[in-house]
């Protein structure tokens, strides 16, 4: 992993509203530390999110919809079986945690 795509990432990051980058963390926690574990690695379900993040269901989609215009995340599959992917370009996460969790500059 080079610095330049660790700093390009964290550029994306550092754009999003406040509410965005809280949830891309609760997204990073749940892909790698949920309690649901039937799942792939760096995979969410929509139900962990809803449950971890503290969103109305228009409120979290509203703020997914930022996420995957910025190119953090993927929604596969359909509803209410959708699944959330980070789209870390490879990146460790630690490192997504880190990134989301630095205040606004």
Known sequence: MTNE???EFGGRIRLL????RKLLCVIA???????????GPGIVTMPEVH???GLDVDGMYS???LLRQARL???????PFEEIRLAADGIAPEEILQRCE???A
Request: contains cysteine; glycine residues 6%.
């Open 73 to 79: 995340i993927e929604l596969e599959g359909e509803y």
């Open 102 to 104: 630095e205040p606004e």
């Open 17 to 20: 509203p406040d509410a965005a």
């Open 29 to 39: 926690r749940q892909a790698y530390h949920g309690s649901l574990r039937s799942k």
């Open 5 to 7: 795509v660790i700093q």
């Open 51 to 53: 449950e971890a993040c």
């Open 63 to 65: 703020v997914l919809q």
